[in-house]
């Protein structure tokens, strides 16, 4: 395990080669060696797509090309003919409603004001989802006349 002052000169020695690095970077990008990629010069939608769109951003130009933070965003979100072809990341299994979790001994203290309703679209959490469900939504701006909550 390493002590303090052995932590202290590892640390140093790794900042002081970063600056060099970043001064070597510096000095090729001044002479025009290199070029740096300006922040969001590469978008796509899925962590896949990123090494193919980083070898067409290269082939624009023939210097090269250093990646700030920043430069390469992936949005979640992929879109046709840009990331075609890549392995979409999807998440598990939903967790169940609100209503169908147990409740716990310090949550079931107080009983709901109001009488509960249950909506047959509410599943128990024992049941599976047999087909997907699309859900629409419009959005608009509060509105008075219409009873809508203002924020403030």
Do not use: W
């Amino acid at each position: 395990m390493l002590t303090d002052p052995e932590t202290q000169k590892l640390q140093a020695a790794l900042e002081q080669l970063e600056s060099e690095q970043r001064r070597r970077i510096d000095e090729r990008i001044a002479k025009g060696e290199a070029v740096r990629a300006p922040f969001g010069s590469i978008v796509v939608g899925v962590p896949g797509a990123v090494d193919a769109a980083i070898a067409a951003y290269k082939a624009r130009d023939t210097r090269e090309v250093y990646f700030d933070e920043g430069a390469i965003l992936i949005t979640g979100v992929p879109r046709a003919g840009r990331d075609d072809g890549y392995e979409i990341p999807t998440s598990g299994p939903s967790h169940p409603c609100a209503p169908c979790v147990p409740k716990t001994e310090e949550h079931s203290a107080a009983p709901p004001s109001g009488p509960v309703v249950r909506s047959e679209s509410v599943r128990s959490a024992g049941e599976s989802v047999s087909e997907p469900r699309y859900v629409r939504a419009q959005i608009r701006r509060p509105d008075p006349e219409k009873n809508d909550p203002r924020r403030n």
